[in-house]
């Protein structure tokens, strides 16, 4: 096999260059500027993976939007969110394709005609961005389809993957790049899936280049090009619109085009004048409802603090959550705040500045709400945790939250840059919880929020503490039901994180009204073999661990190592049994080695 992987190899590699030297395609690098969930892929090479890798930047988390260079070279961790895992056609790859349309997990692409890579970078990058492992990496190499009988086999002999693929088809609204979706075996497939299911509710595009199609002027020419697609045919009989355009010189700035209409947040006006080409969704909101009607007292309007006796008014509007994507404002109203995540000191317990608290600080002083940015202006919530949780600039109208814990024995920094404190995913619900009851106490009734503990040096995928600052708002409210506070926005900087919550695979609703939760649960044997099950859990006075997931399936508590998806921390996996599991995490145990 190795010996087929290598020829298969030297056959990708133009020109016999060494693994990690093909120059990626312009039209690959432009494809690469979206945020795609789910790439479905007939080539064999990393062009489109190691495009993604050399884009992925993991300052975005505290930024306003991508830029698309790297904060740090391709020799240390990248931002996992944004990179994709590689899958084929095994029963377990085809599940993780589907539980992808409905559960958060890190991007996919699914190479249905198997995978070699080592093109653009070598085989080590690969592994250590876990885009895939030696393990799946040859599996993936036998999966590897070079002549009709079998792509035929692929096809036909594999059901689970015919349904997986239909189900993506049927659910997903797909662009096609590339000639290969004309190929027959493809349109038969197209064609079954339309007869068994029925017309699909989204809308299928497929890019054609004018000069691949046979012009009938040319017989020598012509033997290397395609008929012209059928529109008809593509449109009635596949649900799939053509899109041609003339020369294969346009398709990087055709890709670069949608790339700036679906994939890139607008940091201002449209340059030149030019027509906005999309609509965006970038907000979400929730009211909460007690289902009594209740009213809650609140403050006289326009007042940015509480007096002793204020008089109260009953509340006509049910407090709101409202969830944004968006960069962070600076408060510009009686009665409304900000509250930005920091990190702390080990020693002083005093706030760390990250990005995030930097910028929202120098825009402040820009706005002549404070005359200083220095970290000495941080007090600490009175009567609040220790070490603290919670801190006000001053008096303005600046609140920080630090999800931070004093670890017994602190840890030593993954990257020589990495700050001094030790993130906690667990602490991050109280933290949360705490600042805006320091801001309800000052008086304020309109919170804005960060993205907490989800900066450049988190030990997780953004959307584990974004869940768990959904859970801190509800902490909040639970605890303090006659709060003052009428609105909470909270915002978002992460497509990992967006995406899935306008998809509706992020339960908010779910976890604003109550602790129960479902986690997926993959167990793995010996050989690899797995079995899935969808675990309800909650209702419980503690967190819900890796131990809580063990006790109610049964499971060895000494003998299976545990890993979380999506990831939360860059570790292996471990048999830690402390570890919290989120909602919408899926949970594998695996034989310990």
């Not at 607008?266 to 906005?276: H, R, Y």
């Not at 009213?295 to 509480?306: F, I």
């Not at 509340?315 to 920091?342: F, K």
Request: hydrophobic fraction near 35%.
């Amino acid at each position: 096999m190795g010996e087929r992987i290598k020829a298969y190899r030297a056959a990708l590699n133009v020109g016999g260059k060494p693994p990690g030297r093909c120059n990626i395609p312009l039209q690959t690098m432009a494809l690469a500027q979206c945020y795609w969930p789910l790439v479905l892929s007939t080539n064999y090479d990393d062009l489109y993976v190691v495009s993604r890798m050399r884009q992925s930047d993991p300052a975005e988390m505290a930024t306003t939007a991508r830029t698309g260079s790297s904060a740090r070279d391709e020799e240390n961790e990248l931002a996992e969110t944004d990179i994709p895992e590689v899958l084929g056609r095994s029963v377990e790859d085809c599940h993780k394709v589907i539980r992808s349309l409905d559960s958060p997990s890190r991007p996919i692409l699914w190479a249905l005609q198997g995978f070699i890579g080592g093109q653009a970078a070598k085989l080590d990058a690969l592994y250590r961005t876990r885009v895939l492992d030696k393990p799946r990496h040859l599996e993936l190499a036998r999966q590897v389809v070079v002549g009709h009988q079998q792509y035929q086999q692929a096809i036909n002999a594999q059901p689970h993957f015919r349904r997986s693929f239909a189900e993506v088809f049927s659910r997903r609204s797909l662009l096609f790049l590339g000639s290969g979706i004309l190929e027959d075996y493809l349109v038969n497939l197209f064609g079954e899936i339309a007869h068994h299911y029925g017309p699909g509710p989204h809308p299928h595009f497929a890019l054609f280049c004018r000069q691949s199609f046979k012009t009938g002027k040319d017989p020598v020419a012509d033997r290397y090009k395609r008929d012209p697609p059928d529109p008809r045919f593509f449109q009635m009989r596949l649900g799939i619109t053509p899109v041609v355009y003339d020369t294969y010189a346009e398709l990087p700035e055709l890709l670069n085009r949608l790339a700036e209409a679906v994939g890139k947040r607008p940091s201002g006006s449209v340059p030149g004048g030019a027509k906005p080409i999309s609509w965006m969704p970038d907000e979400l909101g929730f009211s909460l409802v007690d289902g009594l009607n209740k009213q809650v007292p609140t403050a006289d309007k326009g007042s940015g603090s509480r007096s002793r006796g204020a008089r109260a008014s009953p509340a006509v509007a049910p407090r709101r959550l409202r969830l944004r994507y968006a960069p962070l404002p600076v408060p510009t109203t009686q009665g409304e705040c900000v509250i930005v995540s920091v990190g702390r000191t080990v020693k002083r317990k005093r706030p760390i500045h990250g990005s995030q608290a930097k910028g929202l600080l120098a825009k402040a002083r820009s706005a002549g709400l404070i005359k200083s940015t220095t970290p000495s202006n941080w007090e600490a919530l009175r009567g609040g945790s220790t070490p603290p949780l919670a801190y006000r600039f001053g008096r303005a109208p600046i609140f920080a939250v630090a999800a931070r814990i004093d670890h017994p024995t602190p840890l030593p920094p993954s990257h020589p840059d990495d700050p001094e404190d030790s993130r906690d995913l667990g602490i991050i619900m109280d933290a949360v919880s705490e600042a805006l009851l320091m801001a309800d106490r000052a008086g304020f009734t309109h919170v804005h929020i960060g993205p907490v503990a989800s900066g450049q040096y988190r030990l997780w995928t953004p959307i584990h503490p974004f869940i768990q600052t959904l859970a801190g708002v509800r902490h909040f409210f639970t605890r303090h039901p006659d709060s003052r506070l009428q609105l909470v926005e909270l915002y978002v900087f992460s497509p990992g994180v967006w995406f899935p919550v306008v998809a509706g695979k992020l339960p908010v609703g779910e976890i604003l009204s109550s602790d129960m939760m479902k986690v997926w649960v993959d167990v793995r044997n010996a050989d690899g073999a797995t079995e899935i099950f969808a675990v309800t859990t909650g209702g419980r006075p503690t967190p819900v661990t890796v131990k809580t997931i063990k006790e109610i399936c049964g499971l060895s508590q000494d003998r299976l190592d545990v890993e979380l998806l999506p990831r939360s921390g860059k570790v292996d996996p471990s048999d830690e049994d402390d570890r919290l599991v989120t909602p919408a995490s899926i949970v594998v145990f695996s034989p310990r080695k």
